[in-house]
């Protein structure tokens, strides 16, 4: 049973850093394309970051560019979000997300490329 749990959330002040963590158990991820997406209340989950299997191609969001770095470990089968500059817009639900496909390319920026979900973490920022 595949699963990806993130941790890393939490309560923080506009300013403040943040790491996020996505460990995939069940299978090895280290030929997929991974992605980190954020939803709040009431609005559409949409795109923050993704990296490509082997971590040479990042894609991000406008609204987190030169904030965020996204990176991964597939020895750890794992795939990070290091969130810096912490704004309030930035509080949000933050979920993990993993493509099926081996070695595939592209953007990664829809909701439709991955495969499988992890059940959030929550990020808050106060201002």
């Known amino acids: 049973q595949v699963q990806l749990v993130e941790s890393g959330g939490g309560l923080v002040q506009a300013g403040d850093s943040l790491r996020l963590s996505c460990v995939a158990s069940?299978?090895?991820?280290?030929?997929?394309?991974m992605g980190w997406f954020r939803q709040v209340p009431g609005k559409e989950r949409e795109f923050v970051a993704a990296?490509?299997?082997?971590?040479?191609?990042?894609n991000y969001a406008n609204s987190v560019k030169g904030r965020f770095t996204i990176s991964r470990d597939n020895a750890k089968n794992t795939v990070y979000l290091q969130m810096n500059s912490l704004k309030p817009e930035d509080t949000a639900v933050y979920y993990c997300?993993?493509?099926?496909?081996?070695?595939?390319?592209?953007?990664?920026?829809?909701?439709?490329?991955?495969?499988?979900w992890g059940q959030g973490t929550q990020v808050t920022v106060s201002s």
């Open positions: 990296i490509s299997w082997n971590g040479g191609n990042t």
């Open positions: 997300a993993a493509d099926a496909r081996l070695l595939s390319s592209g953007n990664y920026v829809h909701e439709h490329d991955y495969n499988y």
């Open positions: 069940g299978r090895s991820f280290s030929r997929n394309a």
